[in-house]
């Protein structure tokens, strides 16, 4: 089970902080990350991270200003977003593949597992 929280209204230029705690099964390794989905859009890989090493993979468009870290002991990854654009806007959700084998992947298909979305708007 995944629980996201986090998100909001914000201007451009602000920041915001997204968190995503998971729970159940455990795993020996696997990846948590954010995809996001603006309307009448795809769902679109933002960044994820591997559990054990800490691997990260973002996309382009985010690269410089959104930070995603984790706390083992939590089991919580947090997703810290900065210098935010009005497109940047959508619904973010945080994500679980119970694997990693060396690659973190950015098709939706490949994560098991979702949180319930939480949405961030950021204003021009």
């Known amino acids: 089970q995944l629980q996201a929280s986090g998100g909001g209204l914000v201007q451009a230029g602000g920041s915001l902080r997204l968190s995503c705690a998971a729970s159940?099964?455990?795993?020996?390794?696997?990846?948590m990350g954010w995809f996001r989905q603006a309307p009448g859009k795809e769902r679109e890989f933002v960044v994820a991270?591997?559990?054990?090493?800490?691997?990260?993979r973002y996309v382009d468009s985010v690269k410089g200003r959104f930070t995603i870290s984790r706390d083992n002991a939590k089991n919580t990854v947090y997703l810290e977003m900065n210098s935010l654009k009005p497109e940047d806007t959508a619904v973010y959700y945080c994500?679980?593949?119970?694997?990693?084998?060396?690659?973190?992947?950015?098709?939706?298909?490949?994560?098991?597992?979702w949180g319930q979305g939480t949405q961030v708007t950021v204003s021009s």
């Open positions: 994500a679980f593949m119970p694997r990693y084998y060396g690659t973190i992947y950015t098709r939706p298909q490949e994560y098991d597992y």
């Open positions: 991270i591997s559990w054990s090493g800490g691997s990260t």
């Open positions: 159940g099964r455990t795993f020996s390794d696997y990846v």
